[in-house]
């Protein structure tokens, strides 16, 4: 393959009608990694249900519009996504992990985590999933199976999560992030800002990265640390 990004059959990008700013910063992040003549976006209103009822039927859409497609392979950013540390080799490397694991169910460029673990690749971590859907690809079957589980009142990013699915995978170290836009979810607010007093969702899911590849060597430094505290007491 030529690059990575020829792997994905389709790639789709989720906006709000309303948000064309957001729209314009992602074009020119995906044009900065060789995506501009590649992504669709997938121009959606407001849901009067609600933004995560919304935000959870958009990726079905696009899930939808892959499948309808013929795609094999469908990639889907949301509109804040912004691209860091971005590698083209580290970018083959996943995608070469996935066609020679045909197992795999879902392939992040950047999220957050209960627990990641060592695969064959070093670019590639097998993950606990925990949040974050800016940035990821479906293979078609696994697609399939998504599409069986319509709206039930739970947001995208908690499904994923309490499908407890050991076949999730992610690119190590993430390329894809967040931006620190205000979140268009009201509900959220308060945690959006928050995130923002923390450095914001880039500055977090580095932290998440870090301490779950790093967690027994933490662990152990404050353990050692406590140890060394009670015997200088002692």
Known sequence: MATGWDFFDRIY???????????????????????????????????????????????LQCLHLGLAAGAERIL?????????????????????????????????????????????????RRIQYRSLTHAYAVPRRFAEV???????????????????DREMYALYPSCAFQSNSRSDNERYLPLDRFRRICGGLQALQRFDEVYHRRRPLIIG??????????????
């Open 146 to 164: 998504l599409l069986q589980h319509p709206w039930r009142h739970i947001a995208y990013d908690d499904f994923l999560r309490d499908l407890h």
């Open 76 to 124: 889907i950013f949301e509109d804040d996504i912004v691209f860091n540390r971005f590698s083209p080799l580290r970018l083959r490397d996943g995608v070469e992990f996935c066609a020679r694991h045909p197992q795999w169910h879902m392939l992040f460029l950047g999220c957050m985590v209960k627990g990641s673990h060592r695969t064959d690749y070093p670019s590639i």
């Open 221 to 234: 430094v404050h353990v050692l640390a406590a140890l060394l505290l009670l015997r200088a007491l002692a």
């Open 13 to 59: 990008c989720i906006s709000l009608a309303e948000r064309s700013d957001r729209r314009a910063e992602a074009a020119a992040q995906f044009a900065a990694v060789g995506l501009a003549e590649r992504v669709e976006f997938v121009v959606v209103a407001k849901d009067p249900g609600g933004a995560e009822k919304g935000c959870y039927e958009s990726h």
